[in-house]
């Protein structure tokens, strides 16, 4: 069940970036602004992610290589 709902989770990010682009693309000058947020919070989540990944990454390798050291 836990892989299903990340598998679902890992879809959030571009959604919101899709209803963004849409929304400024299609609505009003007027109301365009509202649809800044949502873009901006996906985009933050995947770079976050993908920070956040590289980090592990590099903490794994440093592992790896101390003990091989020992």
């Given at each position: ?23 400024l ?11 800044l ?23 794994i390798?440093?592992?790896i ?6």
């Amino acid at each position: 069940m836990k892989t299903n709902q990340k598998f679902i989770l890992s879809f959030v990010a571009p959604f919101m970036i899709f209803i963004s682009s849409m929304g400024l693309i299609f609505r009003d000058n007027t109301k365009k602004i509202f649809y800044l947020p949502i873009g901006l919070m996906g985009i933050v989540i995947i770079l976050e992610r993908v920070i956040s990944r590289q980090l592990d990454r590099k903490d794994i390798l440093n592992k790896i290589k101390s003990y091989k050291k020992s």
